[in-house]
């Protein structure tokens, strides 16, 4: 095995590790999102527990979900649509 085949290699599973990360990641928050938007009770019970009025939860999973869908949007798209 040469040098590069062993940097190709150790690259593909490093960008599978990132992307199985990456959809945990998401799919947590997609889950918690949608539970404060529909309001489930646990979500509203733990969501008080931690100090935050029950009048806040749609406006936390409002941006929880803007927030998802910026990291899930390619950095390249952002970088141009930014440029003058």
């Known amino acids: ?24 990641a998401v799919a947590f928050l997609t889950l918690d999102a949608a539970m404060k938007l529909l309001q489930v009770p646990a979500a509203v019970e733990g969501t008080v527990q931690l100090g935050y009025p029950m009048s806040s939860l749609i406006a936390i999973g409002l941006i929880q979900v803007v927030c998802l869908a910026v990291y899930l949007v390619p950095r390249t798209a952002i970088r141009e649509a930014i440029k003058p």
């Open 1 to 24: 095995m040469t040098q590069d085949s062993a940097i190709t290699s150790s690259s593909k599973s490093a960008v599978r590790a990132g992307r199985v990360l990456s959809g945990i």
